[in-house]
Protein backbone atom coordinates (compact mmCIF):
# COMPACT_ATOMS: atom_id res chain seq x y z
CA UNK A 1 0.00 0.00 0.00
CA UNK A 2 2.76 2.22 1.03
CA UNK A 3 4.77 1.74 -2.20
CA UNK A 4 1.36 2.31 -4.60
CA UNK A 5 0.95 5.30 -2.61
CA UNK A 6 4.86 6.76 -3.17
CA UNK A 7 3.64 5.39 -7.20
CA UNK A 8 0.99 7.84 -6.92
CA UNK A 9 1.98 10.73 -6.39
CA UNK A 10 5.36 10.34 -7.89
CA UNK A 11 3.04 10.24 -11.34
CA UNK A 12 0.96 13.21 -9.70
CA UNK A 13 4.15 15.12 -9.49
CA UNK A 14 5.26 14.66 -13.07
CA UNK A 15 1.69 15.83 -14.30
CA UNK A 16 1.78 18.90 -12.36
CA UNK A 17 4.96 19.20 -13.49
CA UNK A 18 4.27 18.63 -17.35
CA UNK A 19 1.57 21.32 -17.08
CA UNK A 20 3.42 23.96 -15.11
CA UNK A 21 6.30 23.03 -18.10
CA UNK A 22 3.19 23.14 -20.59
CA UNK A 23 1.68 26.51 -19.58
CA UNK A 24 5.01 28.15 -19.07
CA UNK A 25 5.94 27.29 -22.54
CA UNK A 26 3.10 28.59 -24.00
CA UNK A 27 2.94 31.99 -21.96
CA UNK A 28 6.68 32.47 -23.18
CA UNK A 29 5.58 31.77 -26.99
CA UNK A 30 2.34 34.84 -25.99
CA UNK A 31 4.94 37.29 -24.41
CA UNK A 32 7.75 37.02 -27.06
CA UNK A 33 4.33 37.37 -30.10
CA UNK A 34 3.90 40.65 -28.44
CA UNK A 35 7.17 42.07 -29.02
CA UNK A 36 5.28 43.00 -32.40
CA UNK A 37 1.38 41.96 -32.17
CA UNK A 38 -0.45 45.05 -30.42
CA UNK A 39 -3.06 43.64 -28.20
CA UNK A 40 -6.46 44.51 -28.47
CA UNK A 41 -6.98 44.92 -24.57
CA UNK A 42 -5.53 44.14 -21.41
CA UNK A 43 -6.65 42.16 -17.80
CA UNK A 44 -7.07 46.06 -16.24
CA UNK A 45 -9.66 46.64 -19.39
CA UNK A 46 -11.44 43.64 -19.38
CA UNK A 47 -11.35 43.85 -15.35
CA UNK A 48 -13.13 47.51 -16.08
CA UNK A 49 -16.37 48.40 -14.93
CA UNK A 50 -17.66 50.01 -18.55
CA UNK A 51 -21.26 49.90 -17.65
CA UNK A 52 -20.10 51.75 -14.49
CA UNK A 53 -18.24 54.31 -16.79
CA UNK A 54 -21.41 54.44 -19.31
CA UNK A 55 -19.23 53.44 -21.93
CA UNK A 56 -18.83 50.91 -24.04
CA UNK A 57 -15.26 48.14 -24.12
CA UNK A 58 -13.09 49.16 -26.84
CA UNK A 59 -10.32 48.13 -28.97
CA UNK A 60 -6.71 49.47 -27.94
CA UNK A 61 -5.76 49.08 -31.47
CA UNK A 62 -7.76 51.80 -32.78
CA UNK A 63 -6.41 54.46 -31.17
CA UNK A 64 -2.86 52.58 -31.34
CA UNK A 65 0.30 54.72 -31.25
CA UNK A 66 2.93 53.49 -32.49
CA UNK A 67 7.05 53.95 -31.16
CA UNK A 68 8.21 55.97 -34.10
CA UNK A 69 5.20 58.57 -33.52
CA UNK A 70 5.20 59.01 -29.87
CA UNK A 71 7.31 62.38 -29.51
CA UNK A 72 10.64 61.94 -27.55
CA UNK A 73 9.64 64.23 -25.21
CA UNK A 74 6.72 62.03 -23.90
CA UNK A 75 9.00 59.58 -23.42
CA UNK A 76 11.84 60.74 -21.51
CA UNK A 77 8.20 62.64 -19.21
CA UNK A 78 7.29 59.44 -18.49
CA UNK A 79 10.68 57.82 -17.63
CA UNK A 80 11.50 60.85 -16.12
CA UNK A 81 8.33 60.59 -13.53
CA UNK A 82 8.31 56.96 -12.95
CA UNK A 83 11.42 54.94 -13.77
CA UNK A 84 14.70 57.51 -14.29
CA UNK A 85 17.06 54.06 -14.42
CA UNK A 86 14.96 52.61 -16.98
CA UNK A 87 17.80 52.11 -19.44
CA UNK A 88 19.76 50.97 -16.78
CA UNK A 89 18.16 47.43 -14.89
CA UNK A 90 16.99 44.67 -16.68
CA UNK A 91 13.02 44.85 -15.24
CA UNK A 92 13.61 45.22 -11.20
CA UNK A 93 14.80 48.21 -10.03
CA UNK A 94 17.17 46.59 -7.05
CA UNK A 95 18.27 50.10 -5.88
CA UNK A 96 14.81 51.40 -5.78
CA UNK A 97 13.51 48.59 -4.10
CA UNK A 98 16.02 48.63 -1.13
CA UNK A 99 15.68 52.39 -0.47
CA UNK A 100 11.44 51.51 -0.69
CA UNK A 101 11.99 48.69 1.99
CA UNK A 102 14.14 51.11 3.68
CA UNK A 103 11.49 53.91 3.87
CA UNK A 104 8.73 51.80 4.99
CA UNK A 105 10.64 49.99 7.83
CA UNK A 106 11.07 53.42 9.09
CA UNK A 107 7.49 54.45 9.45
CA UNK A 108 7.38 56.63 6.35
CA UNK A 109 4.61 56.60 3.80
CA UNK A 110 4.69 53.75 1.85
CA UNK A 111 6.50 53.59 -1.71
CA UNK A 112 6.69 51.83 -4.34
CA UNK A 113 9.68 50.75 -6.24
CA UNK A 114 7.77 49.60 -9.24
CA UNK A 115 9.77 49.77 -13.24
CA UNK A 116 7.99 50.89 -16.45
CA UNK A 117 8.81 46.49 -17.15
CA UNK A 118 6.84 45.86 -14.00
CA UNK A 119 3.52 47.80 -14.84
CA UNK A 120 3.83 46.70 -18.75
CA UNK A 121 3.54 43.11 -16.67
CA UNK A 122 0.81 43.89 -14.30
CA UNK A 123 -1.30 45.91 -16.88
CA UNK A 124 -1.25 42.97 -19.39
CA UNK A 125 -1.56 40.04 -17.25
CA UNK A 126 -2.53 40.75 -14.03
CA UNK A 127 -4.90 42.57 -11.67
CA UNK A 128 -4.29 45.95 -9.59
CA UNK A 129 -4.71 43.58 -5.89
CA UNK A 130 -1.37 44.64 -3.62
CA UNK A 131 -0.28 41.83 -2.34
CA UNK A 132 3.32 39.76 -2.32
CA UNK A 133 1.84 36.71 -4.41
CA UNK A 134 1.13 39.30 -6.96
CA UNK A 135 4.30 41.32 -7.01
CA UNK A 136 6.12 37.86 -7.28
CA UNK A 137 4.46 36.81 -10.13
CA UNK A 138 4.83 40.58 -11.82
CA UNK A 139 8.53 40.36 -11.42
CA UNK A 140 9.45 37.09 -13.23
CA UNK A 141 7.14 38.35 -16.33
CA UNK A 142 8.74 41.44 -15.92
CA UNK A 143 12.35 39.97 -16.37
CA UNK A 144 10.82 37.28 -19.35
CA UNK A 145 9.74 41.09 -21.32
CA UNK A 146 13.36 42.33 -20.65
CA UNK A 147 14.73 39.11 -21.99
CA UNK A 148 12.24 39.10 -25.38
CA UNK A 149 11.81 42.86 -25.86
CA UNK A 150 13.91 45.81 -26.51
CA UNK A 151 13.27 48.25 -24.18
CA UNK A 152 11.49 51.20 -27.43
CA UNK A 153 8.52 48.15 -27.26
CA UNK A 154 8.07 48.65 -23.45
CA UNK A 155 8.19 52.21 -23.60
CA UNK A 156 5.43 52.00 -26.67
CA UNK A 157 3.50 49.19 -24.62
CA UNK A 158 3.52 50.69 -21.44
CA UNK A 159 2.11 54.06 -23.13
CA UNK A 160 -0.78 52.67 -25.32
CA UNK A 161 -1.89 50.38 -22.52
CA UNK A 162 -1.85 52.52 -19.04
CA UNK A 163 -5.39 54.04 -17.98
CA UNK A 164 -4.59 58.25 -18.15
CA UNK A 165 -8.43 58.59 -17.00
CA UNK A 166 -11.39 56.74 -15.99
CA UNK A 167 -11.76 54.47 -18.56
CA UNK A 168 -9.04 56.28 -20.97
CA UNK A 169 -6.23 53.53 -22.00
CA UNK A 170 -3.11 54.71 -24.09
CA UNK A 171 -1.73 57.53 -25.13
CA UNK A 172 -3.62 57.61 -28.23
CA UNK A 173 -7.45 58.36 -26.38
CA UNK A 174 -5.92 60.23 -23.72
CA UNK A 175 -4.37 63.32 -25.90
CA UNK A 176 -7.91 63.56 -27.68
CA UNK A 177 -9.41 63.32 -24.24
CA UNK A 178 -7.79 65.87 -22.04
CA UNK A 179 -6.25 68.00 -24.95
CA UNK A 180 -8.51 67.83 -28.28
CA UNK A 181 -5.12 66.68 -29.85
CA UNK A 182 -3.12 64.03 -31.36
CA UNK A 183 -0.28 62.52 -29.46
CA UNK A 184 2.25 64.53 -32.11
CA UNK A 185 0.52 68.23 -31.54
CA UNK A 186 1.50 67.57 -27.74
CA UNK A 187 3.73 69.73 -26.27
CA UNK A 188 6.28 69.68 -23.33
CA UNK A 189 4.36 70.72 -20.79
CA UNK A 190 0.92 68.53 -21.75
CA UNK A 191 2.92 65.54 -21.97
CA UNK A 192 4.45 66.11 -18.62
CA UNK A 193 0.74 66.61 -17.25
CA UNK A 194 -0.71 63.68 -18.84
CA UNK A 195 2.25 61.87 -17.03
CA UNK A 196 1.23 62.86 -14.29
CA UNK A 197 -2.17 61.32 -13.77
CA UNK A 198 -0.57 57.68 -13.95
CA UNK A 199 0.03 56.85 -10.69
CA UNK A 200 -4.01 57.55 -10.07
CA UNK A 201 -5.82 57.57 -12.84
CA UNK A 202 -9.27 57.40 -11.72
CA UNK A 203 -8.59 60.56 -9.63
CA UNK A 204 -6.35 62.38 -10.83
CA UNK A 205 -6.75 64.81 -13.94
CA UNK A 206 -4.64 66.14 -16.73
CA UNK A 207 -7.34 69.22 -17.38
CA UNK A 208 -8.25 71.52 -15.63
CA UNK A 209 -4.88 71.81 -14.41
CA UNK A 210 -4.89 71.67 -10.04
CA UNK A 211 -2.18 72.38 -7.70
CA UNK A 212 -1.29 68.79 -7.58
CA UNK A 213 -0.73 68.82 -11.43
CA UNK A 214 1.05 71.84 -11.64
CA UNK A 215 3.77 71.15 -9.03
CA UNK A 216 4.18 68.16 -9.92
CA UNK A 217 4.63 68.26 -14.23
CA UNK A 218 6.80 71.01 -13.08
CA UNK A 219 9.24 68.57 -11.24
CA UNK A 220 8.92 66.04 -14.21
CA UNK A 221 9.77 68.71 -16.08
CA UNK A 222 12.87 69.51 -14.19
CA UNK A 223 13.47 65.92 -13.70
CA UNK A 224 13.66 65.50 -17.72
CA UNK A 225 16.11 68.48 -17.87
CA UNK A 226 18.75 66.37 -15.83
CA UNK A 227 18.29 63.25 -17.66
CA UNK A 228 18.84 64.89 -20.62
CA UNK A 229 20.79 67.92 -20.62
CA UNK A 230 18.13 69.63 -22.82
CA UNK A 231 16.19 72.51 -21.42
CA UNK A 232 12.18 72.26 -20.99
CA UNK A 233 11.28 74.74 -18.19
CA UNK A 234 11.16 78.92 -19.30
CA UNK A 235 14.98 80.56 -18.15
CA UNK A 236 14.35 82.66 -15.04
CA UNK A 237 13.58 86.35 -16.22
CA UNK A 238 15.67 89.64 -14.72
CA UNK A 239 14.10 91.76 -12.68
CA UNK A 240 14.19 94.44 -15.16
CA UNK A 241 13.52 94.56 -18.94
CA UNK A 242 13.13 96.59 -21.76
CA UNK A 243 9.92 97.73 -23.61
CA UNK A 244 9.88 94.38 -26.09
CA UNK A 245 10.38 91.88 -23.02
CA UNK A 246 7.70 93.75 -21.47
CA UNK A 247 5.27 92.18 -24.36
CA UNK A 248 7.08 89.34 -25.18
CA UNK A 249 10.21 87.03 -22.95
CA UNK A 250 13.20 86.87 -25.32
CA UNK A 251 15.46 83.95 -25.83
CA UNK A 252 18.59 83.77 -28.32
CA UNK A 253 18.85 80.62 -29.90
CA UNK A 254 21.55 78.61 -32.63
CA UNK A 255 21.57 80.31 -36.67
CA UNK A 256 20.95 83.70 -34.95
CA UNK A 257 17.36 83.18 -34.54
CA UNK A 258 15.06 85.12 -32.43
CA UNK A 259 11.95 83.56 -30.37
CA UNK A 260 9.84 85.87 -29.78
CA UNK A 261 7.12 84.08 -27.04
CA UNK A 262 3.65 85.35 -27.48
CA UNK A 263 0.96 83.33 -25.77
CA UNK A 264 -0.88 80.49 -27.98
CA UNK A 265 1.13 81.18 -31.00
CA UNK A 266 4.69 82.15 -31.45
CA UNK A 267 6.12 84.41 -34.08
CA UNK A 268 9.96 84.13 -35.30
CA UNK A 269 12.04 87.16 -36.48
CA UNK A 270 15.23 87.17 -37.81
CA UNK A 271 17.61 89.51 -36.54
CA UNK A 272 20.07 89.30 -39.07
CA UNK A 273 20.82 87.69 -42.62
CA UNK A 274 22.27 84.70 -40.75
CA UNK A 275 21.55 81.15 -41.66
CA UNK A 276 18.00 79.74 -40.75
CA UNK A 277 17.20 76.20 -38.67
CA UNK A 278 15.38 73.34 -41.53
CA UNK A 279 11.52 74.86 -41.86
CA UNK A 280 11.86 78.08 -40.43
CA UNK A 281 10.89 81.17 -42.84
CA UNK A 282 11.11 84.93 -41.50
CA UNK A 283 7.63 85.79 -40.06
CA UNK A 284 6.22 82.56 -39.69
CA UNK A 285 3.52 81.92 -37.14
CA UNK A 286 4.37 78.29 -35.21
CA UNK A 287 2.09 76.50 -32.67
CA UNK A 288 3.92 75.88 -29.56
CA UNK A 289 3.93 72.06 -29.88
CA UNK A 290 5.67 73.15 -33.62
CA UNK A 291 8.40 75.28 -31.74
CA UNK A 292 9.05 72.47 -29.06
CA UNK A 293 9.73 69.27 -31.47
CA UNK A 294 11.69 72.03 -33.74
CA UNK A 295 13.71 73.52 -30.40
CA UNK A 296 14.57 69.64 -29.32
CA UNK A 297 15.70 69.08 -33.07
CA UNK A 298 17.79 72.01 -32.81
CA UNK A 299 19.06 71.42 -29.23
CA UNK A 300 19.98 67.51 -30.45
CA UNK A 301 21.88 68.61 -33.53
CA UNK A 302 23.87 70.62 -31.47
CA UNK A 303 24.48 68.30 -28.74
CA UNK A 304 25.68 65.99 -31.45
CA UNK A 305 27.51 68.55 -33.26
CA UNK A 306 29.99 68.66 -29.97
CA UNK A 307 30.13 65.23 -29.45
CA UNK A 308 31.88 64.64 -32.68
CA UNK A 309 33.88 67.62 -32.59
CA UNK A 310 35.26 66.56 -29.11
CA UNK A 311 36.18 62.99 -31.30
CA UNK A 312 38.01 64.54 -33.70
CA UNK A 313 40.10 66.74 -31.55
CA UNK A 314 40.76 63.66 -29.61
Not at 46 to 65: C, F, I, K, P
Not at 71 to 93: C, M, N, T
Not at 261 to 277: H, R, V
Request: net charge negative.
Amino acid sequence: MEEQTATDWIKYGKITAGVILGWSFWFCLLVLALRWVNPPFTAFTLQEDWEELGTERYSLRANWVPAEEIPDHLKLAVIASEDQRFYAHWGLDLAAIDEAIEENQRGRRVRGASTITQQVAKNLFLSPAQNYLRKGVEAGIAVLIEIFWTKDRILEMHLNIAEFGPGIYGIGKASEHWFGKGVGEMSFRESARLVTVLPSPKIIKAEPVSDYVENRSHWILRNMEQLSGLRFLPKPQPDTVDTMSDIAGLEFLPDSILVIYIPDTLKMSIPDSGSLAPGLESGSLMTEAELDSMLLEIELDSLLMDSVLDSLEQ
